[in-house]
């Protein structure tokens, strides 16, 4: 169960994780369905049919209409109990999101195991809003969840601990997301600046304005760099930061490319030597996993869980704050990206491969199928 699926990209890592776990599973025999909504962003929705089962990429799908909102679907109630009677397990994705409550509701009334993703949504940073909300919203989950059997699922163990902090009655696991390592990376000439990349969601909590400001001392110290910005945000916010790049003077060498997907994606990749994660939080960042799978070495930040960037040789975890950042930025100019950038494609084949990551996924599912108790 998710509020949204492949093929939306309006939900950025979260799809594209959810997506490689469920044919992971698949291959390894699972019968499995996924109930979802045709949700593409706010006013917008996938040209799928919503009345039936579909096949996607040999995955049973069912796409139900979304009303208003991200994903809020009456017709989803609908046929919610039916999917939930069906099922061994039933694995929840997002926290705040309409078809939460009553998945768990269901779960509970039917004696359903659950494993529930909340996918980095039980985090909090200073910036965090409708706390408040967010609260009640929380304790009204723990009472319509089924009471013994439900796990909650944490991409890292900052996640789960900050997590627990949210809802510390239940118990976690932790599954890393997997990523598609490509069979050959592309790479293109360099033209003898540091070429950097950031790819994500541009929000305050991505830490993009602490970027800028790292490179603005980057700048004053004459080292030849070029910056890319890929993603898409709200409008204000969009302007917010491209009125900072000007504001520091960095209109030519900061570059907005808008949204990317596939080839264009791709291509991002094959022409930068570096990726940048400067978030105050994450789950788990699947931008780094990819950017290590097409052997571009990254920097990161401690609000990410990604230390194993320094015990693999293959970036640096640094902390978000300009000067950090412009330290590692100018480090790293100096490192051999190229050998980098093979240790970490070389870490993701071996650590994160879909195979790997769905096999311990499936362990979780059967321990839940094996514990579940009859008092629910």
């Not at 995955?59 to 139900?64: A, T």
């Not at 109990?81 to 509970?108: D, G, I, K």
């Not at 990749?269 to 799978?293: C, H, K, M, R, W």
Request: proline share 5%; hydrophobic share 40%; aromatic share 10%.
């Amino acid at each position: 169960m998710s509020p949204s699926f492949y093929p939306s990209k309006a939900y950025g890592g979260t799809i594209r994780s959810g997506y490689g776990l469920c044919r992971g599973l698949t291959q390894l025999g699972c019968d499995l369905r996924v109930l979802t909504t045709d949700t593409d962003g706010l006013g917008r929705v996938l040209g799928v049919a919503n009345d039936r089962d579909v096949q996607v990429d040999g995955l049973r799908v069912r796409y139900c209409h979304k009303w208003f909102r991200h994903s809020v679907s009456p017709g989803l109630l609908g046929v919610l109990p039916s999917y939930v009677r069906w099922a061994n397990v039933v694995h929840l994705t997002a926290v705040y999101s309409f078809p939460t409550l009553p998945t768990l509701f269901f779960c509970r009334l039917f004696n359903k195991p659950v494993v529930w993703s909340p996918r980095g949504a039980l985090q909090r940073w200073e910036g965090s809003s409708r706390v408040v909300h967010k609260w009640l919203w929380e304790a009204l989950c723990q009472k319509l969840a089924p009471k013994n059997n439900l796990v909650l699922h944490a991409t890292s163990q900052v996640e789960a601990e900050q997590s627990l902090k949210r809802l510390p009655t239940l118990r976690a696991v932790v599954v890393r997301n997997g990523v598609d390592v490509p069979q050959n990376v592309r790479r293109s000439a360099s033209n003898g600046k540091l070429r950097l990349l950031y790819l994500g969601r541009l929000h305050p909590i991505k830490g993009i304005e602490t970027l800028l400001e790292a490179c603005g001392i980057v700048e004053a110290l004459s080292l030849g760099w070029h910056l890319y910005i890929a993603g898409t945000g709200s409008s204000s916010y969009v302007d917010f930061l491209k009125s900072k790049v000007q504001e520091l003077g960095l209109s030519n060498k900061v570059e907005f490319v808008g949204e990317v997907f596939e080839e264009k994606k791709e291509a991002l990749f094959a022409q930068s030597d570096v990726v940048l994660v400067p978030s105050y939080t994450e789950n788990f960042g699947i931008v780094v996993a990819e950017s290590l799978a097409h052997a571009v070495p990254v920097i990161a930040s401690k609000g990410t869980p990604w230390i194993g960037l320094e015990t693999n040789r293959c970036g640096l975890w640094v902390d978000n704050d300009p000067e950090s950042l412009a330290t590692a930025i100018r480090k790293i100019g100096t490192l051999p990206l190229q050998e980098m950038g093979r240790r970490g494609r070389e870490w993701m084949e071996k650590d994160f491969s879909w195979g790997s990551v769905s096999g311990e996924m499936l362990a979780v599912y059967r321990e839940c199928i094996g514990g579940r108790t009859s008092d629910n």
